[in-house]
C-alpha cells in the first residue's frame, strides 16, 4: 500500500511516548515490546511516558541525508528518560553548540517529513532543552 494508511497508524505511538510496563518486573519497555528486554516476561501494561529527561551523549550532524540538508548542523542525543528508558532523538529549537551532556530536555512533536505526492505529513517526537 501507499505511505498514507501507514502514516496514520503510527500516529497513536508518533504523538504520545508511549512505552509498556513488565507487570512481573516492573521495568519500562521503550519503544514497547511484546517481551520485556530485562526479564523476558509477556506480561504489560501501558505506561505513558512523561517525556522528560537529560542528555547522555550526543552528536552533531553536519552532514545531513537526503531530505534533511537545510537542518544541519543539528544534534542527535541519547537521553534518559525520567521514567527509565533511553530514547535517540534530535534536539530542536537552540544552537547546536547549546546542546550538551546533563543537560535537561523535554519531548516535542515536529514534523519530520512531507511526502509532495501523496500530501502527509508525519510528526515524530523531538527533544529541546528545558
Ligand atoms: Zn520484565
Redesign the pocket.
Known sequence: MTEVPRFWREIPQRYNLIGNK?R??D?INFPPRSI?K??N?HDFERFDLKGEGKIITYTIIRAAPLGFEDLVPYAIAIIRLDDGPRITAQIVDCDSSEVDIGKRVKVCFRKIAEDGKAGAISYGYKFKLV
Open positions: 513488565c512481573k518486573c521495568w520485556c530485562k526479564c516476561d
